[in-house]
């Protein structure tokens, strides 16, 4: 372990006992080698800093890295390598116990409050003082790089560590030049920079020679994965040397970044597949033992590398991730969910936990994670009033700083799962004034995905409209992927329909024929076999001939009837095949669990306009639901419920 001292700015090597550590000296005080310059203003491409006299150092901000060009320090600040054996014991006096330095560094909130925390001390390790590198980049750093570059960087403390951090990296233990490393890449020190080369290289040729314990490697990778370009050879040697090492002896920080790492290294190549099964095998007996950022991490990395032939895995990390919902940070949220849709997954408990806490949360989660539990509970087609709720509120009070993708993605569900909040008006009215103020900033499948979802609710965007039918907008959706494939087609034409039926009113442009559908496609609501032969089996019981019914016809208004009865002006059943003196059509809806909401009697969205539209087109629309049929088990008690809910003037007189 090297040693800093704070008083003669020199790397001093002790004798015995203690010969096989290095004493890191650093200044106290950098005042006496010239006068503090006053802040310069800066551009948000470069300033000044690490000034000492007539010398300074110039800072290039790089995609949001910072260039550090390290110079020569005065005589006062010079490092250099001593042979006085004789300060070991008094370095060693002055030397803070590193547990009580950690716990005051804990309890800096400020560069500035850990700047003068260092002043005060005379000797410490070079643990310590990556730790303080490591702490200033907690506090300094935030989701938009370094908060106060000028604070930090022209500090005279910060310029005398990262100096001798660069020119005695060779002097320092593994653990303080990986912390070193991985907090001057967190505070966005240009990867370019001598500075973290000369970490970089020193890190390299330890890696080479084996000098680096399992814990080291991760804590390399991990360092590595966070530069702009990481170095997939390192990354390659880290994977190598962690293929030899005994899986079942790792921590859960190792293993999840390792899968991590494999991230990168993995791509279409097989020579790590060995060591990805044995880590799937290894992990699954850890499961439980995850913590929540592990479990996401891991979940991450899984659906990053397709491992979706690991079955028992999956569904131990999802079922052990319910407890951590409170838990996990937004964007281990986010990577939770995205596994669960990534391979399929719902579990019962998980959306239970996600109703307790999500609504709660959502004032302070991030649009990004609110629009992934969206997007959960729509391909999922989980009603959860709670969730939607509250996302409703959080809409209305904030959908302004939104991107129009997120506009999209919080909205659509409602349509999807045909369900309305309490404050729906304040909500759509919300919408409109954002569509009036950047329609044309919307992409436009997303823009169109959008205002089908209105119209499945009855909200009807017919302000907009003019725009989606026009020739130019229909170019726009033909040039961008999925283009005008069937499902995009068939929203414009529902589109269409829907203000043909509930809209007399609208007077603009039409959808041109050539881009409707024969017949909309559904994407949820195809029909439930089982459930359909067993509503067959009961008009036959019932209507005693297969010739006054007919299953799934093709309407000439895009709709697909699962059955359709006919009826003359006097209530008598006509067979199928006749088309004049038609006076009733009755289509039977046969619901099954596919077109509802999960565990709710809600129908979805695409199957409620369907059955309107069907009202509207002058059908007499019964509906079979499969939790009215279900407890059913003979054709004689089938035949009298449809009897019941087809004719129900007739039944209980024997016709």
């Keep these: ?44 491409t470069a300033v000044r800093v690490l000034c000492s006299k007539d010398k300074c150092r110039d800072v290039f901000c790089w995609k949001n890295h910072v260039q550090l060009r390290m110079q020569s320090l005065s005589v006062n600040e010079t490092v250099h390598l001593c042979g006085d054996t004789g300060s070991s014991a008094q370095a060693r006096e002055r030397w803070m116990d590193e547990q009580v330095f950690f716990r005051t560094l804990k309890s800096l909130h400020t560069s500035q409050e850990i700047f003068k925390f260092l002043r005060c001390l005379e000797v410490m390790s070079d643990i310590m003082a990556s730790g303080a590198l490591q702490r200033i980049s907690e506090v300094e750093v935030d989701g938009d790089g370094l908060k106060n570059p000028e604070d930090v960087l022209e500090n005279e403390v910060f310029r005398a560590l990262c100096f001798q951090f660069e020119f005695e990296s060779s002097k320092l233990s593994n653990t303080g030049l990986l912390n070193a490393l991985q907090a001057l890449i967190r505070l966005r020190i240009d990867p370019q920079s001598t500075l973290i080369a000369s970490l970089l290289s020193e890190c390299e040729e330890r890696l080479a020679n084996r000098k680096l314990t399992v814990d080291s490697l991760c804590s390399l990778g991990e360092s590595l994965l966070e530069l702009e370009v990481p170095s997939c050879a390192m990354l390659e040697q880290i994977v190598s040397h962690m293929q030899e090492k005994d899986i079942e002896n790792w921590s859960p920080r190792e293993m999840a970044m390792v899968y991590k790492i494999l991230q990168v290294v993995v791509g279409e190549r097989e020579q790590y597949r060995d060591l990805l099964n044995r880590m799937n095998s290894a992990t699954l007996t850890i499961a439980y033992q995850l913590c929540p950022k592990f479990t996401s991490a891991i979940l991450n990395s899984l659906v990053a590398l397709h491992q979706t032939q690991v079955v028992p895995l999956i569904l131990a990390l999802c079922k052990h991730s319910v407890k951590h919902v409170p838990y996990f940070t937004s964007d281990e949220l986010a990577s939770v969910l995205e596994a669960f849709l990534f391979f399929g997954h719902r579990e019962q408990i998980f959306t239970e936990a996600l109703e307790k806490h999500v609504p709660k949360s959502i004032p302070a989660m991030p649009p990004e994670t609110v629009s992934k539990v969206m997007r959960y509970c729509c391909q999922k087609k989980i009603l959860s009033k709670p969730i939607l709720d509250a996302v409703a509120e959080g809409f209305i009070s904030n959908a302004d700083s939104f991107t129009t993708d997120q506009i999209a993605e919080y909205i659509v569900p409602f349509g999807t799962l045909n369900y309305l909040p309490p404050n729906a008006s304040s909500l759509f009215r919300k919408l409109e004034a954002i569509l009036h103020t950047r329609l044309g900033q919307f992409r436009p499948h997303a823009l169109l995905n959008l205002l089908h979802s209105c119209v499945l609710i009855q909200r009807y965007p017919v302000n907009f409209l003019p725009k989606i039918f026009s020739p130019y907008f229909l170019q726009e959706l033909q040039a961008q992927p999925p283009g005008l494939d069937r499902v995009v087609a068939s929203q414009l034409t529902q589109l269409f329909l829907t203000v043909t039926l509930e809209c007399p009113f609208y007077e603009g442009p039409k959808l041109l024929p050539k881009y409707q559908v ?17 509503v067959k089996s009961g008009l036959l019981h019932l209507l005693k001939k297969g010739m006054y019914f007919s299953s799934e016809v093709s309407t000439p208004y895009f709709y697909t009837v699962d059955i359709e009865i006919k009826l003359d002006e006097e209530g008598f059943m006509l067979p199928a095949t006749q088309c004049e003196e038609v006076h009733t059509r009755i289509a039977l809806c046969v619901d099954g669990q596919n077109r509802f909401c999960v565990n709710s009697h809600n129908l979805l969205g695409e199957e409620a306009i369907k059955q309107r539209h069907l009202q509207l087109l002058g059908y007499k629309v019964v509906q079979v639901p499969f939790f009215e049929v279900e407890s059913i088990k003979s054709c004689r008690k089938m035949a009298e419920y449809l009897h019941r809910k087809i004719f129900p003037h007739t039944y209980g007189h024997g016709c």
Excluded: W
């Design 518 to 534: 024969n017949a909309f496609l559904t994407t949820h609501c195809f029909l439930d076999v089982h459930l359909f032969r067993k």
């Design 1 to 44: 372990m090297a040693l800093i001292t704070l008083k003669s700015f020199h790397f001093c090597s002790p004798g015995a006992p203690a010969s096989r550590r290095v004493l890191l000296t650093l200044c106290k005080s950098l005042s006496s080698a010239g006068e503090r310059r006053k802040p310069q203003s800066y551009s948000p």
